[in-house]
T-cell receptor, first 115, second 114 residues
């Protein structure tokens, strides 16, 4: 069990640039989640996938945000035309969708700083 | 809408002592799960303990236990015999079987003093 991995761990970008983050879930997990966490706050849900299907998107996920999970394996989260308000920790989590088990395992996160 | 409230921004405890973190929630769902997650500084979030809402018995994991009061929608975490390694931000969270996502509280910072 190698756990959930995220790349990069840190990203500094200038306002207006596009950024893309990657998440590799635990191999047998069919659900993958993206959350955003700002300083001093709890994570906020952005979106989640079951296999390759994106089942729900939060209203927090503006048109500048897009997430994909091709082939139901890794996932990418892209932010276009970044704004300073996008600065946050972006967390990925995965879980196995089975009865009586909703435990989500989190990755280390990608810290985004928009200057 | 689901909400999770953690009213204690910070709690301090001495080593070997006990501390209790409070959490209240609101949901109209009948089938849901409650969690406490720990997030050490600059480290990833890990699950401390979980509770199925349909179970009356309070969950226990070694030094960590919960007091689940379903009618009051309360879910507190007790850390016994506190250790320096327990210092972290603790988040209470809820997930309903119909949602597919966690709703977190704002967190409680636990400080452990020698």
């Amino acid at each position: 069990d190698t756990g959930v991995s995220q790349d990069p761990r840190h990203k500094i970008t200038k306002r207006g640039q596009n950024v893309t983050f990657r998440c590799d879930p635990i191999s047998e997990h069919n659900r993958l989640y993206w959350y955003r966490q700002t300083l001093g706050q709890g994570p906020e849900f952005l979106t989640y996938f079951q296999n390759e299907a994106q089942l729900e998107k939060s209203r927090l996920l503006s048109d500048r945000f897009s997430a994909e999970r091709p082939k139901g394996s890794f996932s990418t989260l892209e932010i276009q035309r970044t704004e300073q308000g996008d600065s946050a920790m972006y967390l990925c989590a995965s879980s196995l969708d089975q009865a009586n088990s909703y435990e989500q395992y989190f990755g280390p996160g990608t810290r985004l700083t928009v200057t | 809408a689901q909400t999770v409230t953690q009213s204690q921004p910070e709690m301090s405890v001495q080593e070997a002592e006990t501390v209790t973190l409070s959490c209240t929630y609101d949901t109209s769902e009948s089938d849901y799960y409650l969690f406490w997650y720990k997030q050490p500084p600059s480290r990833q979030m890990i699950l401390v303990i979980r509770q199925e809402a349909y179970k009356q018995q309070n969950a226990t994991e070694n030094r960590f236990s919960v007091n689940f009061q379903k009618a009051a929608k309360s879910f507190s975490l007790k850390i016994s015999d506190s250790q320096l390694g327990d210092a972290a931000m603790y988040f209470c969270a809820i997930e309903a079987s119909s949602w597919g996502k966690l709703q977190f509280g704002a967190g409680t910072q636990v400080v452990v003093t020698p």
